[in-house]
T-cell receptor, first 110, second 115 residues
Framework: DVKVTQSSRYLVKRTGEKVFLECVQD?????MFWYRQDPGLGLRLIYF???????EKGDIPEGYSVSREKKERFSLILESASTNQTSMYLC?????????FGPGTRLTVT | DQQVKQNSPSLSVQEGRISILNCDYT??????FLWYKKYPAEGPTFLIS?????DKNEDGRFTVFLNKSAKHLSLHIVPSQPGDSAVYFC??????????????FGTGTKLQVIP
């Protein structure tokens, strides 16, 4: 069974803080993704990576950066958290067309 | 610009009846379509997919239909069960100029199956 784990299920941060969201997959997948899910907007792609140290911007990369130093780990960084980044963050990995998702991190920025 | 649209935010169906979830897309480059199911407090899980060279794919109680000329796909669940109550996301993908898969998700439809 593919397992995608995310470091926290719930996180509360203050405006201006630097936030790290970690994601680890155990299936040696090449591709990893970060999405945010908001009511009425579905899943929107923030960044993705097709290889170690490689990253590509998704549809809404502003205010975010990513890091992929090892194949199994993909980190999402909020350099200076803002209240409009309060959301559910979902990490996924894939080998082919279908993606495997982690349980999500509910981030609240106050 | 919402390239993948699920126009029904919610749907209620009686147990045992058919559930039909719809999805429309605008980008002709999409060549692969997927449905994911999401329970509260969990990540989405892959349900079923279809390539653009087909018009139907079936897996047990779940069938996906693709109408390329109308840029429309639908997911049929027969018979519907209470455990099917979840949010369903439609997704569409194509290979971009860099050879990477570009995936776009819809906004989701919340299905409630009433016992």
């Amino acid at each position: 069974d593919v397992k995608v784990t995310q470091s926290s299920r719930y996180l509360v941060k203050r405006t201006g803080e630097k936030v790290f969201l970690e994601c680890v997959q155990d299936m040696d997948h090449e591709n990893m993704f970060w999405y945010r899910q908001d009511p009425g907007l579905g899943l929107r792609l923030i960044y993705f990576s097709y290889d170690v140290k490689m990253k590509e911007k998704g549809d809404i990369p502003e205010g975010y950066s990513v890091s992929r130093e090892k194949k199994e780990r993909f980190s999402l960084i909020l350099e200076s958290a803002s209240t409009n980044q309060t959301s559910m963050y979902l990490c996924a990995s894939s080998l082919a067309r279908s993606q495997y998702f982690g349980p999500g991190t509910r981030l609240t920025v106050t | 610009d919402q390239q993948v649209k699920q126009n029904s935010p919610s749907l209620s169906v009686q147990e045992g009846r058919i559930s039909i979830l719809n999805c429309d897309y605008t980008n002709s480059m999409f060549d692969y379509f997927l449905w994911y199911k999401k329970y509260p407090a969990e990540g989405p899980t892959f349900l079923i997919s279809i390539s653009s060279i087909k018009d139907k794919n079936e897996d047990g109680r779940f069938t996906v239909f693709l109408n390329k000329s109308a840029k429309h796909l639908s997911l049929h669940i027969v018979p519907s069960q209470p455990g099917d109550s979840a949010v369903y996301f439609c997704a569409a993908s194509y290979s971009n100029s860099g050879g990477y898969q570009k995936v776009t998700f819809g906004t989701g439809t919340k299905l409630q199956v009433i016992p």
